[in-house]
């Protein structure tokens, strides 16, 4: 069997171990402590914000944005409906009702058009949602300026969920800052990893100040322990923050090679029939996180599923693009707005939608070999059909 191709392995640059010795060497194996100073300033000055909270995850990063934004149970938040479940489930924490918003084609994230039939309606019902989470897919940052503008008119706050999109810009400007708060998530499998953790960002520093002080149990300024609001463990060691510093110095790199093989599957695969790669919305940058795209059954031969599987048989590991929210029995319940009254194109996406491996380690001849199995199952596929 060959050895197998994972979709976004973890990628160590071989400097992660000089900061993790440093805090060993200092005996900083403590949650907190110089790397994790030193990592959230890294963080603040390479995205351009005000400043930087290292957080145990991304999830962690979101469920804090919220309490700092005041959601309360009962409350209502519009949320991009094709993500990870984890953009949506710290609403839940807080007994807030999530509502969600369809794709757009151009950007597969938050469509504008969508969103603004749910303001619309909101402002009728007298419930206008207390925060709106943009997801910014596979790297590609959405359209913000529309959603920024539109969420401005109500003078509701975005929170950016930038978890995919660490080293991507739109319009020169790093992706994850054009919210109130932005988070990124350093996952096993995201660009960047500490094996678990993320990073909560904002202009907003004191708001940040109460983020670290909710992240570390709430404890108020005393000589003893005493708590007047209910906190979390949430923060990041030490250890993995120094994991984390090493990582951020090859991003730059990592998003150069993602995009890299973004693009040998775009020569190799764009003139098949039925193949469609993930567009890049002009002016914006993507890192090419994962190269996703649709297949189109009657013209390829095969669709998303069947493809999947041709590949799992030669030991690689493909994955059908996110299920969008609103079609999960977790949010059976919830309300969504689809981008056209005859068009739900995140059900389209998830329907048709493959994310190929695109991790940074992922040598040539591997990429090649998975290029081929694709090529050949067209050629197989349209001699059956
Ligand atoms: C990975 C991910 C998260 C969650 O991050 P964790 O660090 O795993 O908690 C949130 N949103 C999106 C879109 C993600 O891909």
Redesign the pocket.
Same mark, same amino acid.
């Given at each position: 069997m060959r050895k197998r191709i994972y979709l976004s392995p973890p990628h160590m640059s071989g400097n992660e171990q000089k900061y993790i010795n440093e805090a060993f060497e200092s005996n900083w194996i403590a949650p907190l402590g110089p790397n994790v100073d030193s990592f959230e300033q890294e963080m603040a000055s390479y995205t351009g914000s005000g400043g930087a909270v290292a957080l145990s995850? *991304?999830?962690?990063a979101?469920h804090l944005a919220l309490k700092l934004l005041g959601i309360k149970r009962n409350d209502y938040v519009f949320c991009s409906s094709l993500?990870?479940v984890?953009?949506a489930n710290p609403i839940v924490y807080e007994g807030a009702n999530p509502i969600f918003i369809d794709s757009e084609p151009e950007t597969w994230n938050m469509s504008p058009e969508a969103l603004k039939s749910a303001f619309n309606d909101a402002e009728t019902n007298n419930q206008l949602p207390k925060a709106v989470i943009v997801?910014n897919?596979y790297g590609q940052s959405a359209r913000m300026d529309e959603i920024s503008t539109i969420c401005e008119h109500y003078n509701v706050p975005i929170i950016e969920?930038a978890?995919?999109s660490l080293g991507s810009s739109y319009k020169g400007k790093k992706s994850g800052t054009f919210g109130h708060f932005g988070?990124y998530?350093?996952?096993g499998?995201?660009i960047i990893s500490t094996s678990?953790? *993320?990073m909560l960002v904002s202009d907003h520093i004191d708001l940040l100040e109460k983020a670290r002080f909710l992240a570390t149990q709430a404890r108020d300024a005393a000589p003893y322990y005493e708590h007047s609001q209910t906190g979390y463990n949430y923060r990041l060691s030490n250890l993995l923050a120094g994991v984390g510093r090493a990582q951020l110095e090859v991003l730059e790199d990592r998003v150069q090679t993602r995009r890299e093989i973004f693009l040998r599957y775009e020569d190799a695969l764009c003139n098949l029939p039925g193949i469609e790669l993930m567009p890049e919305l002009t002016s914006t940058r993507s890192n090419r996180w994962l190269t996703a795209m649709t297949i189109d059954k009657q013209k390829f031969g095969l669709g998303a599923g069947e493809l999947i599987g041709l590949l799992e048989k030669e030991n690689i590991e493909a994955r059908h693009v996110w299920k969008p929210l609103h079609m999960q029995p977790l949010f059976k319940h919830a309300a969504f707005y689809s981008h056209h009254v005859e068009e739900v194109v995140s059900e389209d996406l998830f329907n048709r939608g493959i994310c190929l491996p695109s991790g940074s380690a992922m040598t040539i001849d591997e990429q090649m070999f998975i290029i081929d199995c694709i090529v050949s199952a067209a050629v197989s596929g349209k001699a059956a059909g």
């Amino acid at each position: 069997m060959r050895k197998r191709i994972y979709l976004s392995p973890p990628h160590m640059s071989g400097n992660e171990q000089k900061y993790i010795n440093e805090a060993f060497e200092s005996n900083w194996i403590a949650p907190l402590g110089p790397n994790v100073d030193s990592f959230e300033q890294e963080m603040a000055s390479y995205t351009g914000s005000g400043g930087a909270v290292a957080l145990s995850s *991304g999830t962690a990063a979101i469920h804090l944005a919220l309490k700092l934004l005041g959601i309360k149970r009962n409350d209502y938040v519009f949320c991009s409906s094709l993500t990870f479940v984890a953009s949506a489930n710290p609403i839940v924490y807080e007994g807030a009702n999530p509502i969600f918003i369809d794709s757009e084609p151009e950007t597969w994230n938050m469509s504008p058009e969508a969103l603004k039939s749910a303001f619309n309606d909101a402002e009728t019902n007298n419930q206008l949602p207390k925060a709106v989470i943009v997801v910014n897919l596979y790297g590609q940052s959405a359209r913000m300026d529309e959603i920024s503008t539109i969420c401005e008119h109500y003078n509701v706050p975005i929170i950016e969920d930038a978890a995919e999109s660490l080293g991507s810009s739109y319009k020169g400007k790093k992706s994850g800052t054009f919210g109130h708060f932005g988070i990124y998530s350093f996952n096993g499998n995201k660009i960047i990893s500490t094996s678990g953790g *993320g990073m909560l960002v904002s202009d907003h520093i004191d708001l940040l100040e109460k983020a670290r002080f909710l992240a570390t149990q709430a404890r108020d300024a005393a000589p003893y322990y005493e708590h007047s609001q209910t906190g979390y463990n949430y923060r990041l060691s030490n250890l993995l923050a120094g994991v984390g510093r090493a990582q951020l110095e090859v991003l730059e790199d990592r998003v150069q090679t993602r995009r890299e093989i973004f693009l040998r599957y775009e020569d190799a695969l764009c003139n098949l029939p039925g193949i469609e790669l993930m567009p890049e919305l002009t002016s914006t940058r993507s890192n090419r996180w994962l190269t996703a795209m649709t297949i189109d059954k009657q013209k390829f031969g095969l669709g998303a599923g069947e493809l999947i599987g041709l590949l799992e048989k030669e030991n690689i590991e493909a994955r059908h693009v996110w299920k969008p929210l609103h079609m999960q029995p977790l949010f059976k319940h919830a309300a969504f707005y689809s981008h056209h009254v005859e068009e739900v194109v995140s059900e389209d996406l998830f329907n048709r939608g493959i994310c190929l491996p695109s991790g940074s380690a992922m040598t040539i001849d591997e990429q090649m070999f998975i290029i081929d199995c694709i090529v050949s199952a067209a050629v197989s596929g349209k001699a059956a059909g």
